[in-house]
């Protein structure tokens, strides 16, 4: 039996262990990381064991409820943790191979910020208010690439024409608040672009927008990652906005990976309660007027995690396994035994839920 407190707790380990050195090529691979914050009221477990990775030309979605610990993993990798609170007692980060939580700061710096580009839901809040959009996109080609401020402007300009913006040359000299939310959104992501990366982490990047912008921004973010051929890391609580851009998916649950599986499969036969759950509470056109399901009850507090399966007190399917026994990420197969690549169940009840 495991129990979530214990350092040496493997339920997450699907993958693993493999030599330290195998990452496998992986563009970024992040392996049993933990994240845990000390704070006045205890030490909140926001990340326990998250294992995934992302190669280039591919996009990983990583989905949850609010809290789930999507977005404290993201800023590990991307070195803006609050630290202190925030510490990172256990985990590694490759980044090509290197673990970027041992590397010296002058080769972190390297890879953050240049080979790996992050994108915020809330633009406004990302941008100066009192500097052109021009004058900030150029900023990233004067500091980064040490360009006039002519030739940086020019840049600016053709980076606004890639993400689309109309206008871009009139518009170049605009501040943000003269911008609508997709057109500020698509101003980060030409921001996120400017230095070329390797991977863009993108955190619900659509979030703030009405839906139909949505969709329009995410196919944009799509287009962009294909022709630059880069990693893509998508974070969303909304599995209906990642549906058509992602090819595989790791559902996370109270600081874990319950789930993964390529996209499509997921939202066809999915093997974990909770995913089932978030899948049913989606609007569907083809069952209009139905009501829509909702997951009973709330995340735990991170404070004090539920024994067993951190979900037990939400499932419909909780047993007493469940409420002792943390459920290890176990590869997922057809009745018959046939392996089914990618996918994987942290539920100690996995094949009554995809076969059942
Ligand atoms: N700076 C912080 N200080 C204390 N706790 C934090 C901090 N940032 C995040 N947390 C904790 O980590 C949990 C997971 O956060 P987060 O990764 O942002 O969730 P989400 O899946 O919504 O992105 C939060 O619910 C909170 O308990
Ligand atoms: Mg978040």
């Known amino acids: 039996m495991t129990s979530i407190d214990?350092?040496?707790?493997?339920?997450?380990?699907?993958?693993?262990p493999r030599s330290s050195g195998d990452h496998e090529g992986h563009l970024l691979e992040v392996r049993?990381?933990?994240?845990?914050?000390?704070?006045?009221?205890?030490?909140?477990?926001?990340?326990?064991?998250v294992n995934y990775s992302v190669d280039a030309g591919e996009t990983l979605a990583v989905l949850g409820e609010?809290?789930?610990?999507?977005?404290v993993t993201a800023q590990a990798v991307m070195g803006i943790l609050d630290m202190p609170p925030?510490?990172?007692?256990?985990?590694?980060?490759?980044?090509?191979?290197?673990?970027?939580l041992t590397m010296s700061a002058e080769e972190r710096r390297k890879i953050r910020?240049?080979?790996?580009?992050?994108?915020?839901?809330?633009?406004?809040?990302?941008?100066?208010?009192?500097?052109?959009?021009?004058?900030?996109?150029?900023?990233?080609?004067?500091?980064?690439?040490?360009?006039?401020?002519?030739?940086?402007?020019?840049?600016?300009?053709?980076?606004?024409?890639?993400?689309?913006?109309?206008?871009?040359?009139?518009?170049?000299?605009?501040?943000?608040h003269q911008f609508s939310g997709g057109m500020r959104q698509r101003i980060m992501i030409a921001m996120a672009l400017a230095l070329e990366p390797d991977l863009i982490i993108a955190d619900e990047p659509t979030t703030a927008l009405d839906v139909t912008v949505q969709a329009q921004v995410m196919d944009l973010l799509a287009e962009l990652q294909r022709e630059y051929n880069m990693g893509l890391i998508l974070i969303t609580h909304d599995l209906g906005v990642v549906?058509?851009?992602?090819?595989?998916?790791?559902?996370?649950?109270?600081?874990?990976?319950?789930?993964?599986?390529?996209?499509?499969?997921?939202?066809?036969?999915?093997?974990?309660?909770?995913?089932?759950?978030?899948?049913?509470?989606?609007?569907?056109?083809?069952?209009?007027?139905?009501?829509?399901?909702?997951?009973k009850g709330l995340p735990p507090n991170l404070l004090k995690i539920p024994a067993g399966?951190?979900?037990?007190?939400?499932?419909?399917?909780?047993?007493?396994?469940?409420?002792?026994?943390?459920?290890?990420?176990?590869?997922?197969?057809e009745q018959d035994g046939t392996e089914l690549p990618g996918r994987g169940s942290a539920c100690h009840f996995w094949k009554e839920t995809i076969h059942g």
């Open 86 to 100: 925030g510490r990172i007692p256990q985990g590694q980060i490759f980044f090509r191979g290197q673990d970027m």
């Open 243 to 295: 549906a058509d851009v992602a090819d595989k998916i790791a559902v996370m649950y109270a600081g874990r990976i319950v789930e993964t599986a390529p996209v499509h499969e997921l939202y066809k036969r999915p093997a974990h309660p909770y995913a089932r759950g978030l899948l049913d509470s989606i609007p569907r056109l083809d069952q209009k007027g139905q009501e829509l399901y909702a997951i």
């Open 113 to 176: 910020g240049r080979k790996i580009a992050m994108i915020f839901q809330d633009a406004l809040s990302s941008l100066n208010p009192v500097l052109s959009v021009g004058y900030q996109l150029g900023e990233m080609f004067r500091v980064h690439q040490g360009l006039s401020k002519k030739d940086a402007k020019a840049k600016a300009i053709e980076l606004m024409d890639r993400v689309k913006i109309p206008a871009a040359k009139a518009r170049v000299g605009d501040y943000p």
């Open 32 to 49: 049993d990381l933990h994240v845990e914050f000390h704070t006045r009221d205890g030490v909140a477990k926001a990340v326990n064991g």
């Open 6 to 16: 214990s350092p040496l707790d493997k339920t997450t380990a699907v993958p693993r």
């Open 309 to 333: 399966c951190a979900f037990n007190p939400r499932c419909p399917k909780a047993d007493d396994i469940c409420r002792t026994e943390i459920p290890a990420l176990a590869p997922v197969t």
């Open 66 to 71: 609010s809290g789930s610990g999507k977005s």
